[in-house]
């Protein structure tokens, strides 16, 4: 089938703290992996991407690792934010489609 | 501002009622999505344009969905015979010619309410 599983649906973590998000996609011709964030009230932003040629990205707080083996890439962040708190999807392209997760609300506690 | 932009904002329909949103990309995007968000959700993949040619449709979209991107630059979507499940935020992105697959730039989206 298309679809792109996301795991957890909601994530709590204590500022500092670091925070991951798994996605298992299903079509292994995928290759690019992008995470969006969306605030509350607007519209999705891209926050990094990947593509199958590489295993690891990194910018600053945020890296997102791939194992095109297993069909899963994951998002971490370290050193949580308040700031960090947001809605993030995974999505993976299937054809012309992009298929997103469902979603993972993070909460980042002061 | 350059970005994505999408009219109307809010839209309150009856059901039954057609109504048409339109989204006008990055003016040097070729690529053109739409998308429907229900709240809670990932958004759904609805269609996509390569310039003015629709290469893909959602086997989820009905009939009565039907989207149009005459000159390869502004798109409108249109919904005939609303009914009550087709309340949702309806998002545009588009996305730059380079590559197979980029980063795909979303408009503030159209709320659509079906009473």
């Known amino acids: 089938g298309e679809n792109v599983e996301q795991h957890p649906s909601t994530l709590s973590v204590q500022e500092g703290d670091s925070a991951v998000i798994k996605c298992t996609y299903s079509d292994s011709a995928s290759n690019y992996f992008p995470w969006y964030k969306q605030e509350l009230g607007k519209r999705p932003q891209l926050i990094i991407d990947i593509r199958s040629n590489v295993g690891e990205k990194k910018d600053q707080r945020i890296a997102v690792t791939l194992n095109k083996t297993a069909k899963h890439f994951s998002l971490h962040i370290t050193e949580t934010q308040p700031e960090d708190s947001a809605v993030y999807f995974c999505a993976a392209p299937i054809g012309f489609k992009t298929i997103f997760g469902a979603g993972t609300r993070l909460f980042v506690k002061a | 501002d350059t970005g994505v932009s999408q009219n109307p904002r809010h839209k309150i329909t009856k059901r039954g009622q057609n109504v048409t949103f339109r989204c006008d990309p990055i003016?040097?995007?070729?690529?053109l999505y739409w998308y429907r968000q229900t709240l809670g959700q990932g958004p759904e993949f609805l269609t996509y344009f390569q310039n003015e040619a629709q290469l893909e449709k959602s086997r989820l979209l009905s009939d009565r969905f039907s989207a149009e991107r005459p000159k390869g630059s502004f798109s409108t979507l249109e919904i005939q015979r609303t009914e009550q499940g087709d309340s949702a935020m309806y998002l545009c992105?588009?996305?730059?010619?380079?590559?197979?697959?980029?980063?795909?730039?979303f408009g503030p989206g159209t709320r659509l309410t079906v009473l």
């Open positions: 003016s040097e995007h070729n690529r």
């Open positions: 992105a588009s996305s730059p010619p380079a590559g197979t697959y980029n980063e795909q730039f």
